[in-house]
């Protein structure tokens, strides 16, 4: 016992040395050892981390996203990113209660915004449906008669409300009594009516008449509605203003929020990565295992084809092949087309190095013992010969999504990729080809931090897992 203290001093049992070592008795399945070595590797487990926040994004964008993909308030073209003010003033001391200015533009020419005055009055309605602009008028007028006159002709306008309506005069007199409260800043619920909608009788038309310059944020708050991934329709998203008026990230040219755009952008820009990969990586593997099992005529012209392929500069047949098509296609058939692009393009050197391991293979013992037994030429490739390149076929996809990314970033920044008013980070970018706008709204270029944060993230995911399979990394 005292020789076996002497040698571990520190009184680690063997078990433990010999788990660390790698060399315990006991069975440890291969995904259990790829696992314990990736947890070594921190620059891997950090890209996971970010990859893992970057893609609930994409899942979840309609609810973490203030705004829908496509609301748009002209009026707010290039609107700086509002700072959160954190106290508010209510009769004389501060309280916790956030909240983010009301800004109208002042220079139309420069893009420059100032705070509306205390006295401002909004009418702000409140849509049943997913994609429908919502009126949102406000009256800056100093006289509260020329207030309540620009807002009811606004709302008459919105709701086509004739001039004696019953309607006008309730909301005059709701209007005259928001006026007349001792609150500066109050918001009250306006019903002008109900209307049938499909199946759905009675649904309330409503109104949000806002008295002050303030825009009070909230968590789960009621905002514009949408269909979450088509299932089901509800208005809660995860942080904002009913009221409108914050934005994070600022807007862009066409007054549609960043940040939701950023989110909703995030679904195409992520995902096309991932289907390319799936084609391409399909077609690789099934070129490359016949081109190396059968031999032959059929290797070499397999191999002759994918190497005309790879003559070609990437980036000029992608757009060589983008403009064979039909410019004026719907933004799922551009998506879908985009795949099929990058996946075509990124094929053939991952079939050249496939064949190589499958010459390898093909001779080895249970593959003669698969053909022995009377399997078809396809069950052997896919089942065994394939099947045992696996762990360098993850690795590659890994590192090979950020070109994929890269390459629809490409093709929307130069106006052949996504068209709006669907949204990717690429084409949310191109407006950013101006240095002029790059000078003075800044905040253009977020995407672009995007982009390399998802690539970055990607490369060290990739080199942790290749770390992971890999038995002579010093990841032990």
């Known amino acids: 016992m005292r020789e076996k203290a002497l040698k571990n001093p520190k009184g680690i049992t063997e ?11 006991r069975g440890e399945s291969l995904t259990r050892i790829f696992y314990r070595r990736f947890k070594k590797h921190t620059l891997g487990k950090i890209g996971a981390i970010v990859l893992f926040i970057l893609y609930f994004i994409a899942i979840f964008a309609d609810f973490l996203s203030p705004f829908s993909m496509t609301w748009t308030d002209k009026r707010k073209s290039f609107h700086p990113p509002t700072p959160i003010h954190f106290f508010y003033s209510k009769n004389g001391r501060k309280i916790f209660k956030p909240f983010v200015y009301e800004m109208k533009i002042k220079n139309i020419a420069f893009k420059k915004y100032a705070v509306v005055p205390e006295y401002t009055l909004r009418a702000i309605s409140i849509e049943p449906l997913p994609e429908v602009n919502e009126l949102r008028s406000v009256a800056t007028d100093s006289s509260a008669t020329a207030r309540k006159r620009r807002i009811m002709r606004d709302v008459s306008r919105k709701y086509s409300l004739s001039p004696g309506s019953p309607v006008l005069k309730r909301l005059s007199e709701t209007i005259d009594k928001l006026e007349a409260s001792p609150e500066k800043d109050k918001t009250v619920v306006f019903r002008v009516g109900e209307k049938k909608i499909g199946n759905r009788e009675h649904v309330p038309l409503e109104l949000l008449l806002v008295k002050g310059n303030k825009n009070f944020l909230g968590f789960f708050f009621k905002g514009i509605p949408y269909k979450f991934w088509n299932l089901f329709q509800t208005r809660i998203h995860f942080f904002g203003s009913p009221t409108g008026g914050y934005f994070m990230s600022g807007t862009d040219q066409m007054g549609r929020d960043v940040l939701s755009r950023l989110f909703h952008g995030s679904r195409i820009s992520l995902s096309i990565g991932l289907l390319g990969i799936l084609i391409s990586f399909t077609l690789g593997l099934l070129i490359g ?64 190095i496939i064949r190589g391991m499958v010459l390898s293979l093909k001779n080895e ?4 013992a698969a053909k022995a037994m009377g399997l078809s030429h396809l069950k052997i490739i896919v089942r065994h010969i394939l099947a045992n390149t696996v762990s360098y076929v993850i690795i590659q996809a890994t590192i090979s999504i950020p070109r994929y990314i890269l390459g629809e970033s490409a093709l929307s920044l130069l106006g052949l990729g996504i068209t709006d008013p669907q949204s990717s980070w690429g084409l949310m970018l191109s407006v950013a080809r101006n240095t002029r706008i790059i000078k003075d709204f800044p905040w253009i270029l977020i995407p672009g931090f995007f982009i390399f944060f998802a690539i970055m993230a990607w490369n060290f995911f990739g080199d942790g897992i290749r770390d992971a399979v890999d038995p002579h990394s010093r990841h032990q």
């Open 365 to 368: 013992e249970f593959v003669l």
């Open 15 to 25: 078990e433990k040395l010999e788990l660390a070592e790698g060399i315990s008795e």
């Open 289 to 352: 295992g016949i081109a190396g099992y059968f031999g032959g005529v059929v290797d070499v012209f397999l191999m002759r084809f994918s190497e005309i392929i790879m003559s070609f500069p990437a980036i000029y047949l992608l757009f060589a092949l983008r403009a064979s098509f039909p410019p004026n296609l719907n933004s799922i058939q551009v998506y879908l087309l985009i795949v099929v692009i990058l996946s075509f393009v990124g094929w053939a050197g991952l079939a050249r």
